[in-house]
């Protein structure tokens, strides 16, 4: 991950070094040659995603750069929320890259705390998923929506064996597929809970600036030009649904018609193309 980009443009490659001494460690390494199960720990992925998708930035800025001047808004998914405050200058790179360094620690520490994972459930409305978790929730139990992605994809958070069952109650009513996923534990959910002392600790250690453009939240879906505005949420989205499709839809609401996808994968594209396929997405990854 990162390798080619890291290669081809000096000033990526320099991302690379600079999160190198950061770190501690030699992200490049990691991120260039794995292995696999190194790179997937939630440890290490959060700072290799961060700063893959931040090289993937200098590549647009290096082969077009009006398209990222130009820019009206940014988001980002979960941790891509810290590319886009990077982007829209809250944080420095840095800076950034620290924070989210105590926050892929404080939620991997989280999530070996409790045999907990995700579940992603296709083909059934929000509501009728919230009605299956409630049903088959055991006292002290935790199970609840955790991403709202796009129509039909929702992904579900908690106890392992919750999920386990809320998986088979959700083929039983009708879902189109359910998807065990590959994560460490029940990111967005109180589960988390105690990531959120450490996250907080690095956030008010940060220097946040106004952006230079709005950044919508995974947490309200609206968009927040206040850094402490911006603070709070960062903190407040390790417990809280990622309200992806809401977020999308704020922003073509306020007028957005043309979107670019930084970083690994394509999985954001697709998730617009499902709240609007006649929208324009490029992609550059890394």
């Not at 770190?23 to 040659?33: E, I, P, Q, R």
């Not at 800076?95 to 991997?108: D, K, S």
């Not at 958070?157 to 999920?163: L, R, V």
Request: net charge negative; hydrophobic share 45%; with cysteine.
């Amino acid at each position: 991950m990162g390798r080619q980009v890291a290669a081809q443009l000096p000033r990526a490659g320099e991302l690379f070094s600079r999160a190198n001494e950061v770190l501690g460690y030699d992200l490049s390494a990691v991120c260039f040659d794995g292995p696999a199960e190194k790179l997937n720990s939630t440890v290490h992925s959060q700072p290799g995603l961060f700063v893959a998708s931040l090289a993937a930035l200098e590549q647009l800025s290096a082969d077009r750069p009006e398209a990222a001047n130009e820019c009206a808004m940014a988001a980002g998914l979960s941790l891509g929320e810290y590319t886009a405050v990077v982007f829209a200058g809250v944080m420095d790179f840095e800076t950034g890259l620290r924070v989210v360094q105590a926050r892929g620690e404080a939620m991997q520490a989280a999530a070996d705390a409790v045999d907990s994972g995700m579940v992603s459930i296709l083909g059934l409305e929000p509501d009728r998923i919230a009605e299956l978790c409630e049903q088959v929730r055991a006292d002290g139990e935790v199970l609840r929506t955790a991403n709202l992605l796009c129509p039909g994809n929702t992904v579900v958070s908690g106890h392992s064996t919750a999920c386990q069952r809320v998986a088979e109650a959700a083929d039983a009513a009708g879902a189109m597929k359910t998807i065990p996923l590959a994560v460490a534990g029940a990111f967005h959910t109180p589960l988390m809970e105690s990531a959120v002392a450490r996250l907080t600790a690095a956030l008010a250690d940060a220097d946040l600036k106004p952006p230079r453009i709005p950044v919508v939240s995974n947490v309200d879906a609206q968009a927040h030009t206040d850094p402490d505005e911006i603070r709070e949420l960062l903190i407040q989205q390790v417990v809280s649904p990622v309200r992806w499709e809401d977020s999308m839809r704020a922003m073509l609401s306020a007028g957005v018609d043309q979107f670019v996808e930084i970083g690994p994968g394509r999985v954001l594209r697709g998730l617009l193309r499902r709240v609007d396929r006649r929208i324009s997405c490029e992609n550059v990854g890394c």
